[in-house]
């Protein structure tokens, strides 16, 4: 086996977060007792998705009136940090400050209080996807007056939730909200959707950093989704540079201008310009941004926050990423079982952005069909993925400072509903009472943050793998860690 391939046994840094996370969706009951505002994802779930828990219009997994036993949860999993998404329209109903549904405002504040009295850190999310359909019938993220509204609700947030929040994330996968479908033109609609995304958080990231930052203290950045580009011949070199491309394209879209100049990649502007002016366009469909938006976009970061699942094949044909038939599948037909991108891909970040800290916002492996509580596989992917995390840390020197596994729990996943799961705890969804179960996955992530690492067996056992478990304590089997 090649020594990088060897599992590495030590612990992550003293300070490392361990996270786990959740959809804006997820907390979706209570829309009809509390004001909320209709999002797109309402009516892409065909307005609104309803579990049948009579009049409540309970939807999701209905942390809206679970907060307790959901806090429990976490505090079952030992993890030091919690992230979850604000829903833009439970706040604000039409987008705008117009109307502030303090109801709405008030779960959240609830919630902050439940976690930071059981010594958990909140990581709060302002835009996971559901935009209020009310902005959306004005244009949504293509119309560039949202600039300024985003900016608005950020503000709301850091008046009224920030004295109690350290850990702000401004926008969740930009990349898909520019190709998520949501009456998006064809041609340049999505470039225009990420122009003014980048436009939005860098916004935010200086009215937080102007106003906010002394008082407050915290952190605040952007979480791009990628993942790993390996060429599919390594020796051909159309192959490497349709990798680089790749990065370019998914990654670099909106890490270059906020981590880099301030402007999109070369990569980028070349490869659009000359297909823009191919096509009969008089220039190109990628925006431009002027100088002074340059100055204000750049370095607009407290951390590098990245969400990661799998890893593709790339070659030089229009649609250049395939997967290696061998490679473990999912519950998703995208996301095979590929730990070695993940160190590859963390080591990529530091040398392309000159080392910024980085916090793994998103990781995690999905299932299809009826819940097998002892998730092997699983527990696999955790074990894999994490590991290769610790050597992107120990021999690669990269500032790794926290990670986030998706999700806490079954929930409502964006285009397939609950047909994937990527939850550590089962939940019912046939049962009004919605019950959360834990999954051998949930016990095994929390020896692994109790270790804050994988302590070598051939050293003898070690304490941290004696864990609670419903008040009484018990040895856990340390077969996936040896």
Same mark, same amino acid.
């Given at each position: 086996?090649?020594?990088?391939?060897?599992?590495?046994?030590?612990?992550f840094p003293k300070n490392f977060?361990?996270?786990?996370?959740?959809?804006?969706?997820?907390?979706?009951?209570?829309?009809?007792?509390?004001?909320?505002?209709?999002?797109?994802?309402?009516?892409?779930?065909?307005?609104?998705?309803?579990?049948?828990?009579?009049?409540?219009?309970?939807?999701?997994?209905?942390?809206?009136?679970?907060?307790?036993?959901?806090?429990?949860?976490?505090?079952?999993?030992?993890?030091?940090?919690?992230?979850?998404?604000?829903?833009?329209?439970?706040?604000?109903?039409?987008?705008?400050?117009?109307?502030?549904?303090?109801?709405?405002?008030?779960?959240?504040?609830?919630?902050?209080?439940?976690?930071?009295?059981?010594?958990?850190?909140?990581?709060?999310?302002?835009?996971?996807?559901?935009?209020?359909?009310?902005?959306?019938?004005?244009?949504?993220?293509?119309?560039?007056?949202?600039?300024?509204?985003?900016?608005?609700?950020?503000?709301?947030?850091?008046?009224?939730?920030?004295?109690?929040?350290?850990?702000?994330?401004?926008?969740?996968?930009?990349?898909?909200?520019?190709?998520?479908?949501?009456?998006?033109?064809?041609?340049?609609?999505?470039?225009?959707?990420?122009?003014?995304?980048?436009?939005?958080?860098?916004?935010?990231?200086?009215?937080?950093?102007?106003?906010?930052?002394?008082?407050?203290?915290?952190?605040?950045?952007?979480?791009?989704?990628?993942?790993?580009?390996?060429?599919?011949?390594?020796?051909?070199?159309?192959?490497?540079?349709?990798?680089?491309?790749?990065?370019?394209?998914?990654?670099?879209?909106?890490?270059?201008?906020?981590?880099?100049?301030?402007?999109?990649?070369?990569?980028?502007?070349?490869?659009?310009?000359?297909?823009?002016?191919?096509?009969?366009?008089?220039?190109?469909?990628?925006?431009?941004?002027?100088?002074?938006?340059?100055?204000?976009?750049?370095?607009?970061? $407290?951390?590098?926050? %990245?969400?990661? !699942? =799998?890893?593709?094949?790339?070659?030089?044909?229009?649609?250049? /990423? *395939?997967?290696?038939?061998?490679?473990?599948?999912?519950?998703?037909?995208?996301?095979?079982?590929?730990?070695?991108?993940?160190?590859?891909?963390?080591?990529?970040?530091?040398?392309?952005?000159?080392?910024?800290?980085?916090?793994?916002?998103?990781?995690?492996?999905?299932?299809?069909?009826?819940?097998?509580?002892?998730?092997?596989?699983?527990?696999?992917?955790?074990?894999?993925?994490?590991?290769?995390?610790?050597?992107?840390?120990?021999? $690669?020197?990269?500032? %790794?400072?926290? !990670? =986030?596994?998706?999700?806490?729990?079954?929930?409502?996943?964006? /285009? *397939?509903?609950?047909?994937?799961?990527?939850?550590?705890?089962?939940?019912?969804?046939?049962?009004?009472?919605?019950?959360r179960r834990p999954k051998a996955?949930?016990?095994?992530?929390?020896?692994?943050?109790?270790?804050?690492?994988?302590?070598?067996?051939?050293?003898?056992?070690h304490p941290c793998l004696e864990?609670?478990?419903?008040?009484?304590?018990?040895?856990?089997?340390?077969?996936?860690?040896?």
């Amino acid at each position: 086996m090649p020594k990088e391939d060897e599992f590495l046994y030590g612990e992550f840094p003293k300070n490392f977060w361990w996270s786990v996370a959740s959809s804006a969706y997820q907390v979706e009951g209570g829309w009809r007792d509390d004001g909320k505002g209709l999002s797109i994802w309402d009516q892409f779930s065909h307005t609104p998705l309803k579990i049948s828990n009579g009049d409540n219009g309970d939807v999701a997994c209905d942390s809206y009136h679970k907060i307790e036993e959901d806090v429990e949860m976490l505090k079952s999993l030992k993890v030091s940090s919690y992230r979850f998404s604000i829903s833009w329209s439970r706040v604000l109903p039409d987008g705008t400050t117009r109307y502030v549904n303090e109801m709405g405002l008030n779960y959240y504040e609830r919630l902050i209080d439940a976690l930071l009295a059981a010594n958990i850190i909140p990581q709060v999310t302002l835009y996971h996807w559901d935009l209020p359909q009310a902005l959306q019938n004005v244009g949504g993220w293509e119309n560039d007056t949202i600039v300024q509204r985003f900016k608005e609700y950020a503000e709301l947030l850091f008046q009224r939730l920030g004295d109690k929040v350290k850990f702000w994330i401004t926008v969740n996968e930009p990349y898909n909200v520019a190709y998520a479908g949501i009456s998006i033109r064809p041609g340049r609609a999505p470039y225009v959707v990420a122009h003014n995304l980048i436009k939005a958080h860098a916004e935010a990231w200086h009215l937080y950093n102007d106003t906010y930052r002394a008082k407050q203290g915290g952190l605040i950045s952007i979480t791009i989704n990628s993942d790993w580009a390996e060429p599919r011949n390594p020796h051909n070199q159309e192959d490497i540079s349709a990798a680089r491309r790749y990065l370019e394209f998914l990654l670099g879209w909106f890490a270059h201008p906020i981590f880099k100049t301030g402007d999109y990649n070369e990569v980028m502007k070349t490869r659009i310009r000359e297909r823009s002016l191919a096509q009969g366009l008089s220039q190109s469909r990628l925006p431009e941004f002027t100088e002074s938006e340059k100055q204000r976009i750049k370095g607009t970061y $407290d951390y590098f926050g %990245l969400n990661h !699942y =799998t890893t593709v094949l790339t070659y030089n044909l229009n649609y250049p /990423a *395939v997967t290696d038939r061998s490679w473990l599948n999912s519950g998703s037909f995208w996301l095979k079982v590929t730990p070695f991108g993940f160190r590859k891909l963390l080591r990529w970040i530091k040398e392309e952005y000159d080392n910024p800290p980085i916090y793994v916002t998103e990781n995690g492996v999905s299932e299809r069909g009826a819940s097998d509580f002892n998730d092997t596989w699983r527990i696999h992917y955790y074990r894999s993925y994490i590991n290769e995390a610790l050597k992107a840390i120990v021999l $690669d020197a990269v500032d %790794l400072r926290g !990670y =986030t596994a998706w999700t806490l729990m079954d929930n409502f996943e964006w /285009a *397939v509903g609950f047909d994937e799961k990527f939850g550590f705890y089962h939940v019912n969804f046939t049962d009004p009472d919605l019950p959360r179960r834990p999954k051998a996955s949930a016990r095994y992530y929390t020896q692994i943050i109790n270790c804050n690492g994988f302590p070598d067996a051939a050293a003898g056992p070690h304490p941290c793998l004696e864990l609670e478990s419903e008040g009484k304590r018990y040895s856990r089997n340390c077969a996936f860690l040896v």
